[in-house]
Each structure stands twice: as structure tokens, then as C-alpha cells.
Nanobody, 120 residues
Framework: QVQLVESGGGLVEAGGSLRLSCAASGLTFSNYAMGWFRQTPEKGREFVATITWNGDGTDYAGSVKGRFTVSRDNAKNTVYLQMNSLKFEDTAVYLC?????????????WGQGTQVTVSS
């Protein structure tokens, strides 16, 4: 079955950095665009970043542009989110998701998430 497993979350001070990973299995990874989202009780789920199936296109939420970088390694079936200059308001559960390259807005598969906590 399809599994997306996030890792790399944790507690970090404001201004610090974290690198999240999402390892995929059970699907042909290079056939999928990948997205990162984050979720809090107050705001619900919001889009963070996305990357095309071959990595040549990315998009970011305005709140993270210039601070976060999404990348992927199709040989390792893994997508990454490098988060720099973290702010208190970046605190959330971060989830990765997979969307078929034929319809990259339709996220079919979701991970369970990894907690990121930024202390002010």
C-alpha cells in the first residue's frame, strides 16, 4: 500500500532551521507531484510548498517564500523541505502529500505528519 512517512520535525528556536523529509513507498514516485502542507487547530490545513514530478517547478505560500525550499530525490523516493529563519508562527504539524502528475492539484495520498515547534 502507499505510505508517506515524514521525519525531521522537532523543537527549534526562532531563527533556526530544520529539514523535513518525506519517504514514499508503494507508488511510482516519479509519477507524482509532491506537496507540503501544515496544520494547526487555529488555522486548519494550509498549503506550504509543492514540487513537480521531475523537480523543475516549485511553488510556495507567500508566508514561507524566501525561507523554505522544497526539493526531491526521485532515486530515493524522498521529498524534502528545508526551513530556514523559522518563526513562531511556523509552529504546526507538517504533512507531505502526493498528487498524480496528470492532475497535480489532486492530492491522493497523505502522510501522518511531523510536529514542528518554534520557540519564541
Amino acid at each position: 500500500q502507499v505510505q508517506l512517512v515524514e521525519s525531521g520535525g522537532g523543537l527549534v528556536e526562532a531563527g533556526g532551521s530544520l529539514r523535513l523529509s518525506c519517504a514514499a513507498s508503494g507508488l511510482t514516485f516519479s509519477n507524482y507531484a509532491m506537496g507540503w502542507f501544515r496544520q494547526t487547530p487555529e488555522k486548519g490545513r494550509e498549503f506550504v510548498a509543492t514540487i513537480t514530478w521531475n523537480g523543475d517547478g516549485t511553488d510556495y505560500a507567500g508566508s514561507v517564500k524566501g525561507r523554505f525550499t522544497v526539493s526531491r530525490d526521485n532515486a530515493k523516493n524522498t521529498v524534502y523541505l528545508q526551513m530556514n529563519s523559522l518563526k513562531f508562527e511556523d509552529t504546526a504539524v507538517y504533512l507531505c502529500a502526493a498528487a498524480p502528475k496528470s492532475d497535480p492539484s489532486k492530492y491522493d495520498w497523505w502522510g501522518q505528519g511531523t510536529q514542528v515547534t518554534v520557540s519564541s
